[in-house]
Nanobody, 124 residues
């Protein structure tokens, strides 16, 4: 079992940057694939990015490729999402998630553990 706590959200102008953090409990952090999803008002929760156990493999949604970067620090049991060149359409609640399997799947149903979310609002 792992518990996830996100932080780092906020209000930023278009073109700005934010860094989200996700701190995980437990000593087995490096055995979880980590991912970020987001949910905008009235929309389904969608995949943003995922990272493998040791950070050597990543996967991104096309909408964020080249602007967002996922990373992790296993010693700190923390995953990160760097958000650059933000757009108003990036406004959403961002959720950190974890799964035991090694495949970087983009489907939310494959992730067993979720944080409470952190709000990102991008003004135009």
């Amino acid at each position: 079992q792992v518990q996830l706590v996100e932080s780092g959200g906020g209000l930023v102008q278009a073109g700005g940057s934010l860094r989200l953090s996700c701190v995980a409990s437990g000593r087995t952090f490096s055995t979880y694939t980590m991912a970020w999803f987001r949910q905008a008002p009235g929309k389904e929760r969608e995949f943003v990015a995922a990272i493998s156990y040791y950070g050597d493999n990543t996967k991104y949604a096309d909408s964020v490729k080249g602007r967002f970067t996922i990373s992790r620090d296993n010693a700190k049991t923390t995953a990160y999402l760097q958000l650059n060149s933000l757009k108003p359409e990036d406004t959403a609640i961002y959720y950190c998630s974890a799964r035991r399997g090694s495949t970087l799947v983009p489907a939310r149903g494959n992730y067993s553990y979720w944080g409470q979310g952190t709000q990102v609002t991008v003004s135009s």
